[in-house]
């Protein structure tokens, strides 16, 4: 698949409709006290999930309409306690967007600050480019502040230009450090300074077939203070062939300033190592450990194991990628999509599925992923009146983000149902 689509616009929605559902996005906490000593299953503590919450469903049936209501993948903390700012996209899986018949607007970005329990509409983006999360004028990926610029509210993000399938894609295209204030109303843009990529390698530039994608899902701070940031795109040398054309590539790209100049430094791509089905890596998060080391999860095709790599200097080496492997005792090996990891309370946590939703937790050094959640039967469970049939009406794409240490949001969409439901219930 090529990179998605998503969507925003300003000012609090306080109306409440009625309409046929075909998508919805939910949200769930979910509290963690993991002390692990080993990498044992019987080491991780049990979560307590929250239930979930209705965040907004769509109106894809009104006839002409080809609204949806999904992909919630970019969840960021404000820097206010419960506060969390979320992406939804309205629009479909590929392609420019409004398409004909489509609903006014493209993406939205919403706010919940009472951790999770409601959420209102603070921007719309009337146009984008279906299937990604971080284009222009969107909420964009998160960039963490250096302990000296840590303010209570304020963040920057990254966007760049989603779907530029030309020579070379988003580094040779505007991209921007914006600079965001929660006020508990809205979210303010305040800055929007033009950020450059550097020494990218020719061979992401010599046709429409060979390009990068805007940042993926995470951005992190290294042990040196500096920012990694990854992507991936399709490379001429990527040296294997995933079905009729390359293999993805992942590329990694480090700030010393903070985010407005990046320099290429490191790139992941198909070995022979890795099996097929592949579509080579892609969508990668990253999380730094404990130790300074440098772990970057990746795709390589719905159904199919994670895989990883880790450097031990920033970013600028990898060893060879490995799959990810549950510990033993364990149900389910790591697997799908759009992984999502973070470090909360002294453990990984790692968001990801496709069949379903799964979450695996792991320890501070990550060599094994010590338990495992169905997210989907959690909600079944805690969510009786609407429940998943199959457990595969989802995208599987996933927003998480840590509400205080140990305690999470995930956020997760549901497709189909037709039934009748509240759309974007706001009250402020």
Same mark, same amino acid.
């Given at each position: 698949?090529?990179?998605?689509c998503e969507?925003?616009?300003?000012?609090?929605?306080?109306?409440?409709?009625?309409?046929?559902?075909?998508?919805?996005?939910?949200?769930?906490?979910?509290?963690?006290a993991?002390?692990t000593?080993?990498?044992?299953?019987?080491?991780?503590?049990?979560?307590?999930?929250?239930?979930?919450?209705?965040?907004?469903?769509?109106?894809?049936s009104?006839?002409?309409?080809?609204s949806?209501?999904?992909?919630?993948?970019?969840?960021?903390?404000?820097?206010?306690?419960?506060?969390?700012?979320q992406h939804?996209?309205?629009?479909?899986?590929?392609?420019?967007?409004?398409?004909?018949?489509?609903?006014?607007y493209?993406e939205?970005?919403?706010?919940?600050?009472?951790?999770?329990?409601?959420?209102?509409?603070?921007?719309?983006?009337?146009?984008?480019t279906?299937?990604?999360?971080?284009?222009?004028?969107?909420?964009?990926?998160?960039?963490?502040?250096?302990?000296?610029?840590d303010?209570?509210?304020?963040?920057?993000?990254?966007?760049?230009?989603?779907?530029?399938l030309?020579?070379?894609?988003?580094?040779d295209?505007?991209?921007?450090?914006?600079?965001?204030?929660?006020?508990?109303?809205? *979210?303010? =843009?305040?800055?929007?300074?033009? %950020?450059?990529? /550097? $020494?990218?390698?020719e061979s992401? +530039?010599?046709n429409? @077939?060979t390009?990068?994608?805007?940042?993926?899902?995470t951005?992190?701070?290294?042990?040196d203070?500096e *920012?990694? =940031?990854?992507?991936?795109?399709? %490379?001429?040398? /990527? $040296?294997?062939?995933?079905?009729s +054309?390359?293999?993805? @590539?992942?590329?990694?790209?480090?700030?010393?300033?903070?985010?407005?100049?990046w320099?290429?430094?490191?790139?992941?791509?198909?070995?022979?190592?890795?099996?097929?089905? /592949?579509?080579?890596?892609?969508?990668?998060?990253?999380?730094?450990l404990?130790?300074?080391?440098?772990?970057?999860?990746?795709?390589?095709?719905?159904?199919?194991?994670?895989?990883?790599?880790?450097?031990?200097d920033?970013g600028?080496?990898?060893d060879?990628?490995?799959?990810?492997?549950?510990?033993?005792?364990v149900?389910?090996?790591?697997?799908?999509?759009?992984?999502?990891?973070?470090?909360?309370?002294?453990?990984?946590?790692?968001?990801?599925?496709?069949?379903?939703?799964?979450?695996w937790?792991?320890?501070?050094?990550?060599?094994?992923?010590?338990?495992?959640?169905?997210?989907?039967?959690?909600?079944?469970?805690?969510?009786?009146?609407?429940p998943?049939?199959?457990?595969?009406?989802t995208?599987?794409?996933?927003?998480v983000?840590?509400?205080?240490?140990?305690?999470?949001?995930?956020?997760?969409?549901?497709?189909?149902?037709?039934?009748?439901?509240?759309?974007?219930?706001?009250?402020?």
């Amino acid at each position: 698949q090529e990179p998605r689509c998503e969507t925003i616009f300003t000012g609090a929605i306080q109306s409440l409709m009625l309409l046929h559902i075909a998508t919805a996005i939910h949200a769930t906490v979910i509290a963690t006290a993991l002390t692990t000593r080993d990498y044992g299953a019987a080491s991780f503590q049990a979560h307590t999930w929250s239930v979930p919450v209705l965040v907004g469903e769509t109106n894809a049936s009104i006839p002409g309409s080809a609204s949806k209501f999904w992909f919630p993948s970019i969840s960021i903390p404000t820097g206010l306690a419960g506060h969390v700012a979320q992406h939804v996209t309205l629009a479909g899986d590929g392609g420019t967007c409004p398409s004909p018949g489509h609903a006014p607007y493209c993406e939205q970005v919403m706010l919940t600050v009472d951790g999770g329990k409601t959420y209102f509409v603070v921007k719309k983006v009337a146009k984008g480019t279906s299937g990604n999360f971080n284009g222009y004028n969107d909420l964009g990926t998160w960039v963490p502040n250096a302990v000296s610029e840590d303010t209570p509210g304020q963040f920057n993000t990254i966007v760049a230009c989603n779907d530029c399938l030309v020579p070379g894609g988003s580094v040779d295209q505007p991209a921007f450090l914006q600079t965001w204030i929660d006020t508990g109303r809205t *979210l303010a =843009l305040v800055a929007n300074k033009s %950020a450059t990529f /550097s $020494g990218t390698p020719e061979s992401f +530039r010599v046709n429409t @077939s060979t390009w990068l994608a805007s940042p993926s899902q995470t951005i992190v701070r290294t042990a040196d203070g500096e *920012l990694l =940031l990854a992507m991936y795109g399709h %490379a001429a040398d /990527s $040296g294997q062939a995933c079905g009729s +054309r390359g293999c993805y @590539s992942t590329v990694f790209f480090k700030s010393k300033n903070n985010g407005l100049e990046w320099q290429y430094t490191s790139r992941i791509d198909q070995t022979s190592a890795i099996p097929f089905p /592949s579509e080579g890596p892609c969508e990668p998060s990253i999380v730094v450990l404990d130790d300074g080391t440098v772990l970057s999860v990746f795709r390589l095709d719905g159904g199919v194991q994670l895989w990883g790599a880790r450097s031990h200097d920033n970013g600028a080496t990898w060893d060879p990628p490995a799959g990810l492997v549950a510990c033993p005792g364990v149900e389910k090996n790591p697997y799908g999509v759009w992984p999502q990891l973070l470090k909360s309370n002294g453990q990984i946590v790692l968001v990801s599925g496709r069949p379903g939703i799964g979450l695996w937790t792991a320890d501070a050094s990550g060599k094994c992923w010590g338990s495992y959640t169905d997210v989907i039967a959690v909600h079944n469970a805690t969510l009786p009146d609407d429940p998943f049939t199959t457990g595969t009406e989802t995208t599987s794409y996933t927003g998480v983000a840590e509400l205080s240490s140990g305690q999470l949001l995930v956020a997760y969409d549901k497709i189909g149902a037709g039934r009748v439901g509240n759309v974007q219930k706001s009250t402020r």
